[in-house]
């Protein structure tokens, strides 16, 4: 099993059961230079302690179970599909959700 999938393992078993009793969740966007990258989901994506979230509950418990991983960072970046979606809206060829 790769790092990356023991990552995702311990995201699903470990640290989503967690979260998800603040309606929330977790996955890995990328794993590089022994960093974790770490997107979090639901209420925790804009919650104002997700910073907190991920150095108490995401990156203890991943590095506690695999030390080659040295880091979590925190993923706050915006898809591009979500860009693609508002870029859209503002040029007129989709109409606004109402």
């Known amino acids: 099993m790769s790092t ?19 309606y929330g969740g977790s996955y890995l966007v990328r794993f590089e230079d022994d960093i974790a990258y770490v997107k979090l ?17 995401v990156r203890n418990t991943i590095i506690g179970e695999l030390p080659v991983v040295k880091d979590v960072i925190l993923d706050n970046s915006i898809s591009e599909d979500l860009l693609n979606m508002a870029r859209d809206i503002l040029s007129g060829k989709l109409k606004k959700p109402m």
């Open 4 to 22: 990356e999938d023991k990552i995702r393992e311990i995201l699903t078993e470990k640290v989503d059961p967690v979260l998800a009793a603040h």
């Open 41 to 57: 989901t639901g209420a925790c994506a804009t919650c104002p302690s997700a910073q907190d979230t991920i150095e108490d509950v």
